[in-house]
């Protein structure tokens, strides 16, 4: 696994002791939950084997996430268990020594103490510092003099390495550092002592991104990597911002293309990070390649960490690992308005994602959404059950609601009724909402899933409530098949006129 980009914002730093006889793992994975974006095991009184055993359990915790599992102290249990990286003090094993054993791929953390070894470590190529203590802290008792507010600024100014601050880090604190400019701060106690560690790891969250919204490039000198806040265009000059994340179609009719004339006609600005290529026109898919997790990462982190966005729509995702890294991306950015439109059949029965990708998309990428669009088969396929009537949408999509802890905007396309009756359950207001259109006899469809998300998608970057964002969503999508009806592209299903405000196709 890559983590050629992690991400140092909320760094946990585990601790036995404070945890109060509670579950390490448990805390973990609770903290998570709460936005952590990086894991320390620290052990400092236990067996090698227990530590082992440790670092096994919160490995399997946290690879299914994409979240680094760093070591401390002990280079020979991450050889052991294959963990991301190592995070060594000054007095432990030299670094070229720890280097040479992990290989380069591996993460590299150095802690410093003074400025004069902020300024030797400058000759090591460490993937990070950590800056200890920032403030005096019981977990941190044989240090020299703290660094304070003002240490930390002469740190930033004196280094070339990214950083982290480490020691007294609390609800109380964090916001003062951040704001001086390092990229990340170390908990211990603040998250693992407390009553619940998720509800801590949320606020402590929500104070990073809060400092971030307002944090200028932070110091002179030294390395600039980008805050994990996504900026918003909302308000300047009306115009909203939508990430699409999919799959991108030659024939232009679906995925990326039809996502992006979607949001262009919905009023606001289309970025995009492509997932898969696929050879498909009119009469079907004859080919899909996927792109690497890397390139689909730093395409989505080449938008949010410059552009940002308001909204994110996702599309095709074909396999496990691609579900896996978006929604590493969406918990590092922490994206809350997402359609997610879990694509897994084209209309014309090629299958476009892999079985074990359906199962990891339950479990990691839908609870990151704030609705999903899926048709009636989807729906099938997600619930497990057969729905073969109108009548049955409405608790169905209140099923899947319940079921995945998402609004549910449930397409009744597949039925063979003259009227069709789209069913949203807005999960947060317990709303049913019908929305009714009759049947167009037409073979220009193509893509309507796609443009029916997107346009949803652009309607609240645009700040619509979100049953208005779905009425007009339907709207736009019920105009744009009623317009492209009569016209011919391809010898297949067309698409639908997505630009049928400024001129009938």
Same mark, same amino acid.
Not at 92 to 121: C, N
Not at 325 to 330: I, P, Q
């Given at each position: 696994?890559?983590?050629?980009?992690?991400?140092?914002?909320?760094?946990?730093?585990?601790?036995?002791?404070?945890?109060?006889?509670?579950?390490?793992?448990?805390?973990?994975?609770?903290?998570?939950?709460?936005?952590?974006?990086?894991?320390?095991?620290?052990?400092?009184?236990?067996?090698?084997?227990?530590?082992?055993?440790?670092?096994?359990?919160?490995?399997?915790?946290?690879?299914?996430?994409?979240? +680094?599992?760093? $070591?401390?102290?002990?280079?020979?249990?991450?050889?052991?268990?294959?963990?991301?990286?190592?995070?060594?003090?000054?007095?432990?094993?030299?670094?070229?020594?720890?280097?040479?054993?992990?290989?380069?791929?591996?993460?590299?953390?150095?802690?410093?103490?003074?400025?004069?070894?902020?300024?030797?470590?400058?000759?090591?190529?460490?993937?990070?510092?950590?800056?200890?203590?920032?403030?005096?802290? %019981?977990?941190?008792?044989?240090?020299?003099?703290?660094?304070?507010?003002?240490?930390?600024?002469?740190?930033?100014?004196?280094?070339?390495?990214?950083?982290?601050?480490?020691?007294?880090?609390?609800?109380?604190?964090?916001?003062?550092? #951040?704001?001086?400019?390092?990229?990340?701060?170390?908990?211990?106690?603040?998250?693992?002592?407390?009553?619940? %560690?998720?509800?801590?790891?949320?606020?402590?969250?929500?104070?990073?991104?809060?400092?971030?919204?307002?944090?200028?490039?932070?110091?002179?000198?030294?390395?600039?990597? +980008?805050?994990?806040?996504?900026?918003?265009?909302?308000?300047?000059?009306?115009?909203?911002?939508?990430?699409? #994340?999919?799959?991108?179609?030659?024939?232009?009719?679906?995925? #990326?293309?039809?996502?992006?004339?979607?949001?262009?006609?919905?009023?606001?600005?289309?970025?995009?990070?492509?997932?898969?290529?696929?050879?498909?026109?009119?009469?079907?898919?004859?080919?899909?390649?996927?792109?690497?997790?890397?390139?689909?990462?730093?395409?989505?982190?080449?938008?949010?960490?410059?552009?940002?966005?308001?909204? $994110?729509? $996702?599309?095709?995702?074909?396999?496990?690992?691609?579900?896996?890294?978006?929604?590493?991306?969406?918990?590092?950015?922490? #994206?809350?308005?997402?359609?997610?439109?879990?694509?897994?059949?084209?209309?014309?029965?090629?299958?476009?994602?892999?079985?074990?990708?359906?199962?990891?998309?339950?479990?990691?990428?839908?609870?990151?959404?704030?609705?999903?669009? +899926?048709?009636?088969?989807?729906?099938?396929?997600?619930?497990?059950?057969?729905?073969?009537?109108?009548?049955?949408?409405?608790?169905?999509?209140?099923?899947?609601?319940?079921?995945?802890?998402?609004?549910?905007?449930?397409?009744?396309?597949?039925?063979?009724?003259?009227?069709?009756?789209?069913?949203?359950?807005?999960?947060?207001?317990?709303?049913? $909402?019908?929305?009714?259109?009759?049947?167009?006899?037409?073979?220009?469809?193509?893509?309507?899933?796609?443009?029916?998300?997107?346009?949803?998608?652009?309607?609240?970057?645009?700040?619509?409530?979100?049953?208005?964002?779905?009425?007009?969503?339907?709207?736009?999508?019920?105009?744009?098949?009623?317009?492209?009806?009569?016209?011919?592209?391809?010898?297949?299903?067309? %698409?639908?006129?997505?630009?049928?405000?400024?001129?009938?196709?």
């Amino acid at each position: 696994m890559s983590y050629m980009n992690f991400d140092l914002s909320l760094y946990l730093v585990t601790d036995r002791p404070l945890a109060q006889g509670r579950d390490i793992s448990w805390i973990v994975r609770e903290a998570v939950a709460g936005g952590v974006t990086m894991v320390q095991l620290r052990e400092k009184d236990c067996s090698t084997g227990e530590f082992i055993t440790l670092a096994k359990e919160l490995k399997s915790v946290l690879h299914p996430l994409g979240i +680094p599992l760093i $070591i401390n102290d002990r280079i020979d249990v991450a050889l052991a268990v294959d963990a991301d990286g190592v995070h060594i003090g000054q007095s432990d094993m030299p670094y070229e020594t720890a280097r040479a054993l992990l290989g380069k791929d591996k993460i590299i953390g150095l802690s410093v103490e003074t400025m004069d070894e902020v300024i030797v470590a400058n000759a090591l190529d460490v993937d990070y510092i950590g800056i200890s203590p920032v403030y005096a802290t %019981p977990t941190k008792t044989n240090t020299l003099t703290p660094f304070g507010l003002e240490g930390v600024a002469e740190v930033l100014r004196l280094t070339r390495h990214r950083c982290v601050a480490i020691g007294g880090m609390s609800r109380d604190t964090i916001g003062d550092v #951040i704001a001086r400019g390092v990229e990340g701060a170390a908990v211990v106690s603040a998250i693992v002592a407390a009553e619940s %560690p998720r509800c801590a790891s949320e606020e402590l969250a929500a104070i990073i991104r809060k400092q971030r919204t307002h944090l200028n490039p932070p110091c002179e000198g030294g390395l600039k990597f +980008p805050a994990c806040t996504a900026p918003s265009l909302t308000g300047r000059d009306g115009v909203g911002l939508v990430l699409t #994340i999919a799959g991108s179609d030659s024939g232009g009719g679906a995925g #990326i293309q039809a996502d992006i004339k979607s949001i262009s006609a919905n009023g606001c600005f289309a970025a995009s990070a492509i997932t898969a290529i696929t050879a498909q026109n009119t009469l079907g898919v004859n080919a899909v390649e996927g792109l690497s997790i890397d390139i689909i990462e730093g395409q989505i982190e080449a938008v949010l960490s410059d552009i940002g966005t308001d909204s $994110i729509k $996702i599309g095709m995702l074909h396999s496990a690992e691609v579900v896996q890294c978006v929604a590493r991306m969406l918990r590092k950015y922490n #994206i809350k308005d997402v359609v997610l439109d879990p694509v897994m059949v084209s209309t014309s029965g090629h299958k476009l994602i892999e079985d074990d990708a359906i199962e990891v998309m339950r479990t990691e990428l839908m609870p990151l959404a704030r609705v999903i669009t +899926p048709n009636i088969p989807e729906a099938e396929i997600l619930l497990g059950e057969h729905i073969d009537n109108q009548s049955a949408l409405p608790q169905a999509a209140r099923r899947l609601a319940e079921k995945y802890h998402v609004s549910v905007l449930l397409k009744a396309g597949h039925l063979v009724n003259d009227e069709l009756i789209d069913i949203f359950y807005n999960r947060e207001t317990d709303e049913v $909402i019908y929305l009714s259109a009759k049947r167009i006899d037409t073979p220009n469809t193509h893509g309507t899933g796609c443009t029916l998300s997107s346009a949803l998608a652009a309607q609240l970057a645009k700040g619509l409530p979100l049953t208005e964002a779905v009425r007009a969503a339907k709207t736009y999508i019920n105009e744009a098949i009623i317009h492209g009806a009569n016209y011919t592209i391809g010898h297949g299903h067309g %698409p639908v006129s997505h630009f049928y405000c400024l001129r009938k196709m």
